[in-house]
């Protein structure tokens, strides 16, 4: 087969349409988010003052009641079946776009697999491919028990970011595997750490969310009771915050789901440190050996289990507690991104020079 046309070339073919797809679905996405911002405040101007209380949208300042309905209605679509949710055609078109790039992502990283005869995850190129596409399936497949839809944008904004800028600066050519890497704990070590990231992605997307909705939620009520002292609940429009934000689960409810998630990720990412002093040990006569990889591994690890010890025990709710999810997430980019390419020690297999 001519060079040209080898796997591995195909699959970078592959992976250029997924971006693409991504970017379509992202585009979709955020015709959705503009679109449920002008649903919230039609929604509200054009139905009968009774029906005012069950109806997410705002044009004006809201009764204390009417936010407290509209977050509970909001909660039961995000629970509703996937026949029962509203037909927001946009968001549809979005999370069919992204199945399309979800299937070329997966021909990519099979391909390339296929081609290295081996797991596609041994070095930042393939570890890119692989988490990415784990990022992508976890989402779709929380689609089927919750509507995270509005979540869409940054899923697939991720998946076009870094999907294309590791083809960009990570691509290598597919290399026989360093002997420390032969090992079956490649396979588990590398596939569990790459699904718990995943795993804090989403969480992670829920955390900022939920301190845009915190914000808004805290303007919205403070407006609401001062309207409701005053006596004046029908005062001018006023803005409090990203409109598409009052279509959305409550603060708490975002909360709550984020916290899911982390956990599921911290479950894997424990077994990830076990597995890795395991392989370590295999590998280089010794558990530990604060090796930077290693460091960075734990401090992630240390990161997760504050969050969710604060959250369980420490009453850390609200804003504290996504901060803590979103300062966890970005200790994971950086042990990707910064330390595979930057710090030295026995883990340099990012296949850079």
């Not at 997430?329 to 026995?346: D, E, M, P, Y």
């Amino acid at each position: 087969m001519p060079e040209d046309l080898s796997l591995d070339a195909v699959s970078v073919l592959l992976v250029w349409t997924a971006v693409a797809v991504y970017a379509l679905a992202f585009i979709a996405y955020a015709v959705d988010l503009a679109r449920r911002s002008d649903l919230a405040l039609k929604t509200k101007d054009s139905v009968p003052a009774a029906a005012a209380p069950v109806l997410v949208g705002a044009g004006g300042s809201q009764t204390i009641g009417e936010i407290r309905a509209a977050e509970a209605q909001a909660e039961l679509a995000l629970n509703a079946r996937p026949g029962d949710r509203p037909r927001l055609l946009w968001a549809r078109m979005g999370t069919t776009l992204t199945w399309i790039a979800f299937l070329f992502h997966l021909g990519a990283t099979v391909l390339r697999g296929i081609a290295a005869e081996r797991v596609p995850w041994s070095n930042m190129y393939e570890f890119a491919l692989t988490g990415l596409l784990l990022v992508v399936m976890v989402y779709l497949v929380v689609l089927f028990r919750y509507d995270l839809r509005f979540l869409g944008t940054f899923i697939t904004g991720l998946a076009v970011v870094l999907l294309g800028g590791s083809v960009l600066n990570f691509y290598v050519a597919v290399v026989p595997l360093a002997d420390p890497l032969k090992s079956i704990w490649l396979v588990i070590h590398v596939f569990v750490a790459s699904l718990a990231s995943a795993f804090f992605a989403l969480a992670f997307a829920l955390s900022i969310v939920q301190l845009m909705q915190a914000r808004r939620e805290a303007r919205a009520l403070a407006r609401a009771g001062a309207d409701a002292d005053a006596g004046d609940a029908a005062s001018a429009p006023r803005r409090d915050g990203a409109r598409f934000l009052r279509t959305l689960p409550s603060a708490d409810a975002l909360e709550s789901l984020a916290y899911r998630f982390a956990i599921i990720g911290f479950i894997f990412w424990t077994f990830t440190l076990i597995a890795g002093s395991i392989w370590a040990n295999d590998a280089w006569g010794r558990y530990w050996g604060f090796d930077t990889k290693e460091v960075w591994t734990f401090v992630i690890w240390v990161l997760y289990a504050g969050y969710i010890h604060a959250r369980a025990t420490r009453g850390w709710r609200g804003n504290r507690s996504a901060w803590l999810s979103i300062v966890g997430f970005s200790a994971v980019l950086f042990n990707f991104i910064i330390v595979n390419q930057f710090f030295k020690g026995l883990h340099a297999y990012s296949g850079l020079s």
